[in-house]
């Protein structure tokens, strides 16, 4: 038996590593970028750690049979999960480690964007001692409506951490009954009018043929003014230039993003110029602590597939 990781940015592997040697599993590490590249590392694997790398088909096809593949992190957008279950393997993910880190950069992100804390520190910096010029328009929180596209398990963290600033919030998600949306203290929106209605918006919701580039100039033009767009959830809800246009033309207020459609952000993103927008490297999920739990989580799958058992958090579907 074999136990491959595909690529990964972490500095050891000693976890995995042991758990594999445990099982009776040869253990290899790669670095893998391209399909073909990790269809190669992964032939004949009986279990597949996946960081980045895309996981098609083709690699799919050349694990083992009743192979197991786990992919390191909240999301599986690379890995292609109808192919894995179509050629019998099982597919696990780690939803649960880093609930907290994002919740409290997504929070991190909103506050410093609604006091206008980037726009502030540069203006310092440029020896413009201006709050007020800088600063307007600026609401006060009581009077700031903090909407959520989406509220499941992470938004539901970002609500608890800011419910004592006195925002009045908002919620847009299908799932969220008018019952539990009463009980959370959130006012029930369609998507149109938390568009219409919200201050800020915090995006909390799958990439899905939905949801993909939802926020597109046209729907950015429906925004206030002053709104603030923030992203921790998947960089393939927003189209980015269009918000970097939107940006640019005073079309909303601001954006804080930490994911993006491509990653690492590209050189030419007209992100990267657009005013008003705090960027991050992918980064809302990271403590100290949540390597670890990440890892050590992703070994707890590598021992179970060794024994025959299914993922700890099998990918829905």
């Known amino acids: 038996m074999k136990v491959v990781v595909t690529d990964t940015t972490f500095p050891t592997l000693d976890q995995e590593e042991r758990a594999a040697r445990k099982g009776g599993a040869e253990f290899a590490r790669f670095q893998a ?15 597949a750690l996946v960081q980045f790398a895309p996981f098609t088909e083709a690699a799919a096809k050349a694990m083992a049979p009743g192979g197991t593949v786990i992919r390191y992190g909240v999301g599986y957008d690379n890995i292609d ?7 019998g393997l099982r597919v696990g993910y780690v939803p649960d480690y880093c609930a907290d880190e994002v919740a409290e950069h997504t929070a991190a992100m909103a506050l410093a964007m609604l006091r206008k804390l980037p726009q502030l520190d540069a203006s310092v910096r440029d020896n413009d001692w201006a709050a007020v ?26 609500l608890g951490r800011l419910k004592d600033f006195g925002f009045r919030f908002a ?25 219409r209605e919200a201050d800020v918006i915090s995006l909390h919701a799958p990439a899905t043929a939905e949801t993909r580039g939802y926020f597109d100039a046209q729907r950015l033009e429906t925004m206030k003014p002053h709104a603030i767009l923030i ?31 491509t990653e690492p952000l590209p050189p030419e993103s007209p992100l990267r110029s657009a005013p008003n927008c705090l960027l ?5 999920w ?32």
């Open 81 to 87: 999960v109808a192919a894995t279950k179509a050629a």
């Open 231 to 261: 992203n921790s959830a998947r960089g393939q809800l927003i189209d980015e230039n269009d918000l970097a246009a939107a940006l640019r033309a005073g079309i909303i207020g601001g954006a804080a993003l930490d994911v993006f459609g």
């Open 286 to 317: 990271y403590s100290d602590a949540a390597i670890g739990r990440l890892q050590g989580l992703v070994a707890e799958d590598v021992a179970r597939a060794l024994r025959g058992e299914g993922p700890r958090k099998p990918v829905p579907g």
């Open 171 to 195: 919620a847009s998600d299908p799932g969220l009954s008018p019952q539990d949306a009463e009980a959370l203290g959130v006012t029930l929106m369609t998507p149109e009018e938390l568009l």
């Open 133 to 158: 010029k800088v600063s307007r328009p600026l609401k006060p929180f009581a009077e700031t409506v903090f909407g959520f596209f989406g509220l499941g398990q992470i938004g539901r963290a970002v």
């Open 33 to 47: 970028r391209t399909a073909e590249e990790v269809a190669e590392a992964v032939a004949g694997a009986k279990v």
């Open 280 to 284: 991050t490297p992918h980064a809302a």
